[in-house]
């Protein structure tokens, strides 16, 4: 938690400034799966009052990333198989979805985006900086929802796109997959330069099913470490 510092913003109310910084703590793993959220050591932690702490926790109640636990109270909601494949399941065909879509109706300005998404992602790969990798390909995937000109696709990309991002980040902090991302993401973008829609969907779902082996593996490998039983719940 030592990484908890409030991202003030002078138009937001103070309640969401403080779930906003404890929403990016939990989804960036800087507050981890399982552990406390104790109000009066955060509201210390932050320079807050007691009351935008507990409002905070129950909207993340409500997001399902805060369980609150009889005579334990607020912690961060473990990443588990079945919310991760749900999650993963209805991405892995939007994702192939919006690549058949950007074959058509990407512009040449897009696939100028795209192309220098894929550069800045390899580029990002090579700091081994977690949080800028998993920027840049949050941004890469976005070019990509956009490019389909589709508005009601791109608002549901945009909402599993938050849900995602704790079982990106997972997968991006294994450097072992580093490379394998860097060619899928090379393979969707010639996929679509061509027009190659068949490609191209099958390497959006090969992108998203070797992120989800991978979760599952980094999953069983804590609950193993912390000498719990494994779960598919």
Do not use: W
Not at 3 to 17: A, S, W, Y
């Amino acid at each position: 938690m030592q990484n908890l510092q409030p991202n003030m913003d002078e138009f937001l109310p103070l309640r969401d400034v403080v779930f906003n910084t404890l929403r990016q703590a939990i989804l960036t793993g800087d507050l981890k799966p399982g552990e406390r959220l104790m109000e009066i050591h955060l509201a210390d932690k932050l320079g807050v009052s007691r009351t935008p702490i507990r409002e905070a926790i129950h909207k993340l109640e409500l997001e399902g990333l805060v369980t609150i636990i009889p005579r334990r109270g607020a912690e961060v909601a473990q990443i588990t198989e079945k919310s991760m494949r749900d999650v993963l399941e209805v991405r892995r065909a939007l994702d192939a979805f919006c690549v058949e879509l950007a074959c058509d109706r990407i512009t040449e300005e897009g696939l100028i985006a795209l192309k220098k998404a894929c550069d800045t992602f390899e580029l990002s790969v090579q700091t081994k900086d977690v949080k800028k990798i998993a920027q840049a390909d949050v941004a890469l995937h976005d070019i990509i929802a956009q490019a389909t000109n589709n508005q009601r696709l791109i608002q549901l990309i945009n909402n599993l796109s938050e849900q995602m991002y704790r079982y990106r980040f997972e997968y991006i902090k294994d450097s072992s997959q580093h490379e394998t991302l860097v060619n899928e993401h090379r393979i969707i973008y010639q996929s679509i330069v061509h027009k190659d829609k068949t490609t191209g969907a099958e390497a959006a779902k090969t992108h998203i099913d070797n992120q989800e082996k991978a979760i599952i593996r980094q999953i069983r490998l804590d609950r193993a470490k912390n000498g719990m039983a494994p779960s598919q719940c």
